[in-house]
T-cell receptor, first 116, second 114 residues
Framework: AQKITQTQPGMFVQEKEAVTLDCTYD???????LFWYKQPSSGEMIFLIY??????QNATEGRYSLNFQKARKSANLVISASQLGDSAMYFC?????????????FGQGTTLQVKP | DSGVTQTPKHLITATGQRVTLRCSPR?????VYWYQQSLDQGLQFLIQYYNGEERAKGNILERFSAQQFPDLHSELNLSSLELGDSALYFC?????????????FGSGTQLSVL
């Protein structure tokens, strides 16, 4: 069965520094997608970045980059130059490659606090 | 603003009652998803519809049901409510409901069962 694991319940980072949020996944599908979403205290879910299993290059979106290591089944999110507004819960998610569904399977999340 | 509209934002009700949560997807999106977020279970996928038809089912209780109407809006019905049903319920939408599509989430309905 597909599964996403985020082992860091909470993280702290100093403003302007970089931080890495860990994510490992488990699937037997050869084709799948990996996503990161941000949930601020206001509650909404905001899409950050996407990586396809066949993509050769790591995805980047502004200050966000995804460190994709397929053999290790990891998809860590790197946030560069942290800002106070980055304080939020971050979820890693996977889109299964089979079943013709766009549903996402989410990890338990990591709470990030950016310190001034 | 994701373009996905959920109503109501907050709902307080009593055990044993029935409620209906409403979702309007982004313009042009044909697929709607429902998720439940609670402290102990995290974000759980409940059900997905595509153009009015059920496409995938997750951990949805038998007391819960959903449908997607011809205008593509969706409703999630929760009945015989229990204290444990208190959670944040999200609706999300995507263009074709296919693998690897980005999901756009609404702001959620916070359900409190007292």
């Amino acid at each position: 069965a597909q599964k996403i694991t985020q082992t860091q319940p909470g993280m702290f980072v100093q403003e302007k520094e970089a931080v890495t949020l860990d994510c490992t996944y488990d699937t037997s599908d050869p084709s799948y997608g990996l996503f990161w979403y941000k949930q601020p205290s206001s509650g909404e879910m905001i899409f950050l970045i996407y990586q396809g299993s066949y993509d050769q290059q790591n995805a980047t979106e502004g200050r966000y980059s995804l460190n994709f290591q397929k053999a290790r089944k990891s998809a860590n999110l790197v946030i560069s130059a942290s800002q106070l507004g980055d304080s939020a819960m971050y979820f890693c998610a996977m889109s299964p490659g089979s079943g013709n569904t766009g549903k996402l399977i989410f990890g338990q999340g990591t709470t990030l606090q950016v310190k001034p | 603003d994701s373009g996905v509209t959920q109503t109501p934002k907050h709902l307080i009700t009593a055990t044993g009652q029935r409620v209906t949560l409403r979702c309007s997807p982004r313009s042009g999106d044909l697929s709607v998803y429902w998720y439940q977020q609670s402290l102990d279970q995290g974000l759980q996928f409940l059900i997905q519809y595509y153009n009015g038809e059920e496409r995938a089912k997750g951990n949805i209780l038998e007391r819960f049901s959903a449908q997607q109407f011809p205008d593509l809006h969706s409703e999630l019905n929760l009945s015989s409510l229990e204290l444990g049903d208190s959670a944040l319920y999200f609706c999300a939408s995507s263009v074709a409901g296919a693998t690897n599509e980005k999901l756009f989430f609404g702001s959620g309905t916070q359900l409190s069962v007292l």
